[in-house]
């Protein structure tokens, strides 16, 4: 009974902890530590570092960076080095970190402005240290993206300061600039999408009407959109480089697909010239403030069949597998990017909504304290405490003058108000022009009606905001990537013929390395040999260095597959007396 009793005064420890009657210690086996502490790892890389947020589409270091740099805000830049320091008040991850995400965010062109060299995501080369650059944050993120009154606050991770839980962003911030994070045990991979795009989507949904937004890069191309699956899992885009023929004998590119750099993509074009898949003569790459990647071709090689070629056996076309995942009350999920949009939406009109009625509050405040200073000068209620012997009588007085004339206030006078009124100085009485009283009642008064209209009206309210922001900050935003439907290029139809096949009829062997052997054709290292044989038997292999096929061949050359102008016609004999027969 006493070992009973000694077990039930501990709490449940689960099937991996083990209590010993008689003892005040247990023992936690290996597999409970690691399920344990491992669920509580993954859940702060999900929460806390990887994956987006979708009230604000900003991860944590994000958010923190750009609370740090709205607390620094003068109007003027800040050295990169000093932001990093004070967002490390913050940040628990180190200046590393926190550096790169600023760099980041300052090449995404929207929130935050820049100033020295910054890097460039078209050559890969990446930015001046931050003792370099300087950065400040944009009149857009400064418009959109701050308000204190309707920010939710919590303590810093060392209790010295308040940090954001999110910012109030009045615009789909995570659509507009996209974001890739790898977590534990899943990923997020959201494509950036256009700026205008994004507004007259958000002005569609709050209409009723459908819409539809695609991904749009920075660097421009082309992009095949038709299995984009809203950005959800197992969606994928084709991107493709712009590649334009100058004349016969060279080609030009002017913009690279998203997520490469002239660097990756000049070196995959030589890799495939390396193993003679395509024939250049040389590269060379003007790259500056726009790509200019130039092409020289071998003399008689078409420029046409090289820029499919180009799309078919280098990073000039490559695919894209978008997945959509945000935090969404405070667990991973997955969504579209349209469903992303209406809850940005749905979102803007929640805040729009809480700041018109604080402001609304505000001006019935101040209309209620104007009026009241007005009453409390204009009918002389101050000479009546001019006797008072004790700050209980001031206060009793004050309240007993104010009685006649309550009819005329939105509220009750209250203790508070009273004490506002006997901080009025003498001075301020003295200069009391009630002319300008009532014209500043007039002006709350209207404000306060606009306001009361904007709530009653608040989906047409949020139309003409998101306007409004397009207005402003729409120009020099246009559509950067073409959207194109892409034909599949078959490598095996524009590969260059990079080697040379040859055959040994007497031992049955056929390949590329077989030099003293018969010539049999030219071939690239990709394509398909059709060997028959006397008895009628053919085979189809890949090309290989050597490789048998078997006696008595009869016929071998280069299979192009789905070719329908050529057909085999085999005529043999079923063994030594049997008939004759025929195979197409």
């Known amino acids: 009974m006493e070992e009973l009793e000694l077990e039930s005064a501990y709490p449940e420890g689960g099937e991996d902890t083990e209590y010993f009657p008689g003892t005040l210690h247990s023992v936690t086996a290996l597999s409970g530590m690691f399920r344990n502490w491992f669920l509580d790892y993954a859940s702060y890389v999900i929460l806390e570092r990887a994956v987006p947020d979708l009230f604000d589409g900003l991860k944590p270091v994000q958010r923190r960076i750009l609370h740090s740099m709205k607390r620094m805000d003068d109007g003027r830049f800040s050295k990169v080095a000093n932001i990093i320091g004070h967002t490390m008040q913050f940040h628990p991850h180190g200046d590393a970190s926190i550096g790169d995400a600023l760099v980041q965010l300052g090449q995404k062109d929207l929130l935050v402005e820049t100033q020295g060299n910054w890097g460039n995501i078209l050559t890969g080369d990446g930015a001046a240290a931050p003792r370099y650059i300087e950065a400040r944050l944009s ?9 204190p009154k309707t920010t939710e606050w919590k303590q810093s991770y060392d209790g010295r300061n308040r940090e954001p839980l999110s910012l109030p962003a009045k615009f789909p911030l995570l659509l507009a600039m ?89 070196e995959s074009i030589i890799k495939a010239n390396e193993k003679g898949k395509i024939r250049i003569r040389k590269i060379d790459d003007n790259t500056s403030a726009d790509v200019e990647i130039k092409i020289h071709l071998m003399p008689g090689v078409s ?31 997955f969504m579209g990017v349209s469903e992303i949009l209406k809850h940005s939406v749905n979102r803007t009109v929640e805040l729009l909504t809480t700041e018109l009625e604080i402001r609304k509050n505000e001006l019935q405040e101040d209309w209620h304290m104007s009026s009241l200073e007005k009453i409390f000068i204009g009918e002389k209620i101050y000479r009546d405490i001019e006797e008072c012997e004790t700050w209980e009588s001031v206060i ?22 009273i004490i506002k009124l006997t901080e009025i100085r003498i001075k301020r009485i003295s200069k009391y022009d009630a002319f300008k009283a009532d014209e500043h009642i007039k002006g709350v008064e209207a404000e306060l009606e606009e306001v009361k209209n904007h709530l009653d009206n608040i989906i047409p309210y949020t139309i003409n905001y998101f306007r409004q922001i397009k207005k402003k900050y729409g120009k020099g935003r246009e ?100 008939p004759f027969l025929a195979k197409r």
């Open 303 to 333: 420029p046409d069949k090289t820029i499919d070629a180009l799309y078919a056996l280098t990073d000039c076309e490559y695919s894209i597998s978008p997945n959509t995942c945000v935090i969404s009350e405070n667990r991973p999920s």
């Open 139 to 147: 009149k857009f993120a400064l418009d959109v993206i701050f308000n």
């Open 178 to 266: 996209g974001v890739e994070g790898i977590a534990v045990g899943l990923a997020s991979k959201i494509l950036p999408h256009n700026f205008n795009e994004l507004v007259d989507a958000a002005i569609n949904h709050l209409q009723g009407k459908a819409f539809e937004i695609y991904p749009d890069f920075p660097t421009g191309g082309f992009i095949d959109v038709s299995r984009y699956n809203d950005g959800q899992r197992g969606g994928v885009v084709k991107v493709r480089a712009r590649i334009e023929k100058i004349d016969r004998r060279s080609l030009v590119i002017t913009e690279i697909p998203f997520g490469k750099t002239t660097t990756s993509l000049i």
């Open 479 to 578: 559509r950067r990537t073409e959207i194109r439907s892409f034909d599949t290029i078959q490598a095996a139809k524009v590969i260059a013929n990079n080697a040379r096949l040859y055959i040994n009829y007497k031992e049955g062997f056929i390949g590329t390395s077989l030099k003293k052997d018969e010539f049999v054709c030219e071939c690239s290292s990709i394509d398909d040999i059709i060997v028959i044989r006397r008895n009628g038997v053919y085979q189809i292999t890949r090309v290989d260095d050597k490789v048998f096929v078997g006696n008595d061949i009869l016929y071998a050359a280069v299979f192009l597959r789905n070719d329908e102008r050529t057909i085999y016609n085999i005529v043999y004999q079923d063994g030594r007396d049997g």
């Open 396 to 417: 009793s007085t004050i309240d007993d003058g104010l009685k006649p004339f309550r009819d005329r206030l939105f509220r009750d006078v209250t203790h508070e108000d």
